[in-house]
């Protein structure tokens, strides 16, 4: 069945480097979002675009992050330089029709020493 | 701004009793999502509602919106230890947003 994919699944770095995240929204979904999801904070919205067009990027912190859609098949969320307070749960999920919800993948678990 | 608030935090339910978590808005709803997720997993969809008075079912879950539409309630039947997990509120107005969670345990 048709799922979203994330990559990767775990990620332990030091602070400072750069963190790259990578999420397979399902085919024929034309919205992708990312999220993070923290004890604290729980789930908050980062980003997300429409037909690969950013719509709302409010909840990034633009100085050190950033995320694209190069293609309709891949979305990407980096973060450079990163720091203790990212680490975090990172969410994609992609979404298809209005009411049909959203399609959350597995996460990336990110640790920044 | 908008907010979801839900309660309670955590529930702890003996296995087949039935249990109720609840949504409240700080403003109307244009739509309302639950979903859930099961420890160190991403969420999955249960079920949307829109109108003022929506009731939808899904298994043993049911979720209804009230009239106003500020406040949503998830009803579980006979809990199982299946439903055990985080259950999200999340609503989609001019921003997209989520509550807190309520963390569900079963006790079988």
């Known amino acids: 069945d048709a799922r979203v994919t994330q990559t990767p699944r775990h990620k332990v770095t030091e602070m400072g480097q750069e963190v790259t995240m990578r999420c397979q929204p399902i085919l024929g979904h034309n919205t992708v979002f990312w999220y993070r999801q923290t004890m604290m904070q729980g789930l908050e919205l980062l980003a997300y675009?429409?037909?690969?067009?950013?719509?709302?990027d409010s909840g990034m912190p633009k100085d050190r992050f950033s995320a694209e859609m190069p293609d309709a098949t891949l979305a990407t969320l980096k973060i450079q330089p990163s720091e203790p307070r990212d680490s975090a749960v990172y969410f994609c999920?992609?979404?298809?029709?209005?009411?049909?919800?959203?399609?959350f993948g597995p996460g990336t678990r990110l640790l920044v020493l | 701004s908008q907010e979801l608030e839900q309660s309670p935090q955590s529930l702890i339910v003996q296995e087949g009793k039935n249990l109720t978590i609840n949504c409240t808005s700080s403003?109307?709803?244009?739509?309302l999502y639950w979903y859930k997720q099961k420890y160190g997993e991403g969420l999955i969809f249960l079920m949307m509602?829109?109108?003022?008075?929506e009731e939808k079912s899904h298994e043993k879950i049911t979720a209804k919106l009230d009239e106003k539409k500020q406040q949503s309630s998830l009803h579980i039947t006979a809990s199982q230890p299946s439903h055990a997990g985080i259950y999200l509120c999340?609503?989609?107005?001019?921003?997209?947003?989520f509550g807190k969670g309520t963390r569900l345990h079963i006790l079988p």
């Open positions: 675009f429409r037909n690969r067009a950013p719509l709302d």
């Open positions: 999340g609503a989609d107005n001019d921003k997209i947003i």
């Open positions: 999920a992609s979404g298809g029709q209005l009411g049909s919800g959203q399609y």
């Open positions: 509602l829109q109108k003022g008075g």
């Open positions: 403003k109307t709803l244009y739509g």
